[in-house]
């Protein structure tokens, strides 16, 4: 059954959140079976009422239903919108019917995509970077945050209460058991999904993470909660999440940590991979692995997000019809695309009568920026010398996560 929370988190601002394990892939694309929550919030003071972003089209009735708990929905004065993905903005049309006499606030954009997703022209004031919102002893401060990961992205900050709404950036998937960080244990195992969301929705945009957080400081926003549009809620540590979200988009390296990927048609490619990933072992670093055979299927949402902070990659493919074995073909593709660092990568690939993956592999990853710093091809089985130089080339990705093979 989908749980929704209604809690107050201040004085005068409710979280309104549903978990949603209905959907399998976020965006169409990324594999979540740990869910994902909507968090929207809602400013009710004695003179004004504020709603900030809102839920999936799929719960429109039910949103309607949950504010309704609060207060009367057609009272809403005003409606914040931090971005117009349609996580957020699906259900607005809904509400928008009923709260006729609201005012939207958001990016200058917003009102162009409010009309062009959902023919809505509701009353609309743009509102600028800095620019501060009075509510009769409230403030509102709107914080521009361009690419995290839409152009019209944004922030607000509620002055007087020190939350600061940051739609998707700071947040995660899962559907987490408490609706704040107060928990460390429940931090730590929500940080997995954290870095995959920042890796999948935010990965091709991670450098505008840290000037977004640059900008932050400079105008002196030090806010006491963060509350992002999706996962937990940080009142007990909120630096926690914004010096993790900077290290992931920094694709800074756990010291230790080597992710493979590989695709393995009949078994070839797999040998090769294995002979690296048995010297890795032996030299005490942490492999996660990914992996297509003819019994597995590894997940490319998971693997992005431990790319992003891994010390270094393997990447196996068999050539496949003259190119990359497609099922690591798409993953190398966004690994270029949303996690590119200039880390160290070991390519394998085993060939039937013409090698091709191993060196279509290498130039993506390297024009991506990534330091490839071995490609061992071998036709069918590796012969003891390529064998070698496999050995040889993971002893020096070893080196590359703080040990020695
Ligand atoms: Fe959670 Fe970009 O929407």
Redesign the pocket.
Known sequence: MTRIWVEKISRDVYVLRIDDSRTRFF?SLWSIPEG?T?NAYLLASPKYTVLFDGWKAWYSEDFLETISTIIEPRSIDYIVIH?M????TGSLPRILGVSREATVLGHPMSKTMLKEFYGLEPRFKPVRNGETFSLEGLTLRFIHAPWL??PE?MMTLLEEEGILFT??AF?GYSIPSSLFDDDESLVEWYMRYARKYLAT?IGHYRQHVVKAVEKLSSMDVKPRILAP??GLIWRRSPETIVSKYVSWAKAEPQPGKITVVYGSAYGSTETMVKLAVKILGKAGCSVVTYKYTDLEEGSLSDLLGDALDSAALVIGASTYEAGILPSIRRMVEELAWKTAAPKPVLVLSSYGWGGVAGKKIAEILGKAGFNVVEVVEARGMPSDEEADRIMDAAGRLAEACGEKA
């Open positions: 965006e994902i909507y971005h993905e349609p996580d957020h990961h839409w992205t739609g998707d947040g929705v549009a999706h």
